[in-house]
């Protein structure tokens, strides 16, 4: 959703990274430039004018002009300021009250409410262990109550029995009863929504609330809508007491504008993102990454964290384990790529990377997801044996295998080919070389133990010779000013200080 406007606002901002010193006119430019940049992001006119009205203070000030670097001291400030507008510190739902803690959801139809409570509820099952109590009052849309019933039997959440001619404020007081007498922590109340806001959806939520005594009242809100759903907030926040918002369709090609003018306008805080369709589709906010990501740089908090969500560590283990002694087949690659699809695929994984945004344009041919699912694709069209033994598979097969993934032999040929250069490298860098080899590294990386010796020529000379098409002469640049800069040694990545424990890999040029 960001992506528009961070290349917008990295691409300003880098020019600035560039000089050795800035004017007032400098300042001057940049901000007209990422003011027209934030508009055509949808962002709330008054929330421009602050931003940038912030920023400008900021920038003109002593802080920069003194600055050993004014170009990075006006990122940072930019930084800052964008964590200002989006509220500084991540909330998270407050269950700090009697059970049954009544949480209301309401919005607009089509904002994904009813999915949205099915995600939290799924999210406080699994992660707080709470027993939770779905109820729809969703009496106007047709199989409104069916819908979340089928949604709480997919997840293994309790709904509300279904009682015909019930009104919502009859549902609602069912419901929190049915929450006491049967012991449950959280009860969520999904209301009914109308295509527009009008005043019976604000009395009949109204009424609901009364009722109910809500300790959360969430407001789902579709971030695809832009200034409009800053417009519904208002709205909400005008009549009931909205303490939290929950963005939607975030994973669409939506501009951003939404989030960024939310809290400012609203003064409520963004408490979730809902990420994709899945039930597992939905994250906490946390404005200093989401500022990081707009501002290209990454966000590797929420990266680890989704892998330590999604990757099978017990797995990751094993396939470390026959990776350090030179095995390496089609099952292992398949199950590399999996997890790599888990965590959001190579587009998802590189948007998180610090410093990697002005690279995506020049890789992503190589890494798009479409090529892994495609892979994924041909290693299911094999049998067991077949990858378990991957140099037996002749033209016949490799033939059979393509009409099975709905590939061509050519692309069979090119994942034969890549795990064959895997495989050889995993060898060269393993058992080859005896336990105190390069491989030795990646096994610490897996908690396996060993260090992580500099190569010698003669292991890079194999490794030369081994890798499928050779070791490249260049890497793609990163972008100056990336924190913490880059280990030493590697050619075409700039440079700066080694990292801690890990001396310098100079892989030499292609010969």
């Known amino acids: 959703m960001f992506e528009g406007l961070s290349t917008r606002l990295s691409g300003i901002l880098d020019r600035l990274k560039g000089r050795g010193a800035l004017s007032e006119a400098d300042v001057q430019e940049a901000m007209r430039e990422v003011r027209r940049a934030l508009l055509e992001a949808d962002v709330a006119l008054e929330v421009v004018r602050s931003f940038t009205d912030k920023v400008r203070d900021r920038a003109i000030g002593a802080e920069v002009i003194k600055s050993v670097t004014p170009g990075q001291m006006v990122v940072k400030i930019v930084h800052d300021t964008l964590v200002d507008t989006l509220g500084s510190e991540g909330v998270a739902i407050d269950l700090q009250a009697v059970p049954p803690v009544p949480i209301l959801m309401v919005g607009l139809q089509g904002s994904g409410k009813t999915t949205t409570t099915a995600k939290i509820a799924k999210r406080l099952f699994d992660r707080q262990k709470k027993k939770v109590l779905m109820a729809s009052l969703d009496t106007r849309r047709p199989a409104a109550m069916e819908q979340l019933a089928v949604l709480g039997q997919q997840i293994g959440v309790d709904t509300l029995p279904i009682v015909a001619g019930q009104t919502p404020v009859q549902i609602a007081r069912r419901a929190i009863e049915a929450g006491r007498l049967g012991g449950y922590d959280v009860v969520m109340l999904d209301t009914a929504g109308r295509t527009h806001v009008d005043e019976a959806l604000m009395i009949e939520v109204?009424?609901?609330?009364?009722?109910?005594?809500?300790?959360?009242?969430?407001?789902?809100?579709?971030?695809?809508?832009?200034?409009?759903?800053?417009?519904?907030?208002?709205?909400?926040?005008?009549?009931?007491?909205?303490?939290?918002?929950?963005l939607t369709r975030v994973d669409g090609d939506g501009r951003g504008g939404a989030a960024l003018s939310m809290r400012a306008v609203t003064g409520k805080p963004i408490k979730l993102l809902g990420t994709s369709e899945k039930m597992d589709g939905l994250e906490d906010f946390h404005p200093q990454r989401i500022a990081g990501r707009i501002l290209g740089m990454g966000d590797i908090v929420s990266l680890v964290e989704k892998a330590a969500e999604s990757i099978d560590a017990e797995k990751g283990m094993a396939i470390a384990?026959?990776?350090?002694?030179?095995?390496?087949?089609?099952?292992?690659?398949?199950?590399?790529?999996?997890?790599?699809?888990?965590?959001?695929?190579?587009?998802?994984l590189m948007g998180m990377l610090p410093g990697v945004k002005n690279m995506q344009k020049q890789i992503s041919g190589a890494m798009d997801d479409k090529v892994i699912k495609r892979q994924r694709a041909i290693i299911h069209a094999m049998t067991p044996w077949e990858r378990r033994n991957p140099k037996e598979i002749d033209g016949k097969r490799r033939r059979r295998i393509a009409r099975g993934s709905g590939t061509q032999p050519e692309d069979v040929n090119k994942l034969l080919k890549m795990h064959r250069?895997?495989?050889?490298?995993?060898?060269?860098?393993?058992?080859a070389q005896g336990k105190r080899g390069p491989m030795a590294g990646l096994a610490n990386m897996f908690g396996l133990g060993g260090g992580m010796p500099q190569p010698t020529p003669e292991m890079l000379a194999?490794?030369?010779?081994?890798?499928?098409g050779g070791l490249p002469d260049k890497m793609p640049s990163l972008p100056p000013g990336m924190p913490g800069g880059l280990p030493q040694g590697f050619p075409g990545l700039g440079g700066g200080p080694k990292l801690p424990g890990l001396p310098g890999f100079p892989f030499g040029k292609k010969k």
Not at 207 to 226: F, Y
């Open 206 to 246: 109204a009424e609901v609330e009364k009722v109910a005594r809500p300790h959360e009242t969430l407001l789902v809100v579709d971030s695809l809508t832009g200034q409009d759903a800053v417009n519904v907030a208002r709205s909400f926040t005008g009549r009931v007491n909205v303490t939290g918002v929950v």
């Open 321 to 348: 384990k026959r990776m350090q002694s030179g095995q390496f087949n089609l099952d292992d690659l398949g199950d590399q790529l999996d997890q790599m699809l888990k965590i959001g695929g190579m587009q998802g």
């Open 421 to 431: 250069g895997m495989a050889d490298m995993m060898k060269a860098m393993g058992g």
């Open 462 to 468: 194999e490794l030369q010779k081994k890798m499928p």
